[in-house]
């Protein structure tokens, strides 16, 4: 079945640069990729998502791109902000299958 | 936008209790689905609730530790059954297919978050 790494784990930066979270997935077949952010005690909400026939996706301070023959897709978040402090989870799904979630990365902007 | 409610928020129950999550969305959706956050963890999915059927359950998860219910297209339950402190963790119901949204986006519920003693 599909598996999902996420890394850093943790990541530290200062307001005003970039952050970038990179996930690798195993399965080929599968074709959509999408990140959620999660605060301290909230629900995982859905920032942006990718599918397998377009390479880059841009919404204002957020990106994500993905490689298909390397199998990996990054998040990229510039100009980062405080409120940008969060757990942030990939995750990868193929046709008729489930979601398959990273293991999140904790990002925390520094001010 | 639509909105996704669970019922209870939180608990704490004992040991040998049973305890069912509820999930209310104020629209019709094509999927409902339970997952497990454990603290600290990412995501588990726990099975597909589907609508008049029998649940769908992921491996390490049966339907007779976690029942589920789906009667209709807005509605679905999750019991966590005869509860140890093992079964401490976030469960969160999400869906699929919610009005104008695209195929595959998920949007998840605020989450149950249970305490066994």
């Known amino acids: 079945g599909e598996n999902v790494e996420q890394h850093p784990s943790t990541l530290s930066v200062q307001e005003g640069d970039s952050a970038v979270i990179k996930c690798t997935y195993s399965d080929s077949a599968s074709n959509y990729f999408p990140w959620y952010k999660q605060e301290l005690g909230k629900r995982p909400q859905l920032i942006i998502d990718?599918?397998?026939?377009?390479g880059e996706k841009k919404d204002q301070r957020i990106a994500v791109t993905l490689n298909k023959t390397a199998k990996h897709f990054s998040l990229h978040i510039t100009e980062t902000q405080p409120e940008d402090s969060a757990v942030y989870f990939c995750?990868?799904?193929?046709?008729?299958?489930?979601?398959?979630f990273g293991p999140g990365t904790r990002l925390s902007v520094l001010p | 936008s639509a909105v996704i409610s669970q019922k209870p928020s939180r608990d704490i129950c004992q040991r040998g209790t049973s305890l069912t999550i509820q999930c209310q969305v104020d629209?019709?959706?094509?999927?409902m689905f339970w997952y497990r956050q454990q603290p600290g963890q990412s995501l588990t999915l726990i099975a597909t609730a589907n609508q008049g059927s029998e649940a769908t359950y992921e491996s390490g998860f049966v339907i007779d530790k976690f029942p589920i219910s789906r009667p209709n297209l807005t509605f679905s339950t999750l019991t966590v059954s005869n509860m140890s402190p093992e079964d401490s963790s976030i469960y969160l119901c999400s869906v699929e297919g919610l009005g104008t949204s695209k195929d595959y986006e998920q949007y998840f519920g605020p989450g149950t978050r249970l305490t066994v003693t």
């Open positions: 629209s019709q959706v094509t999927m």
């Open positions: 995750a990868a799904r193929g046709y008729g299958q489930n979601f398959v």
């Open positions: 990718i599918r397998s026939n377009v």
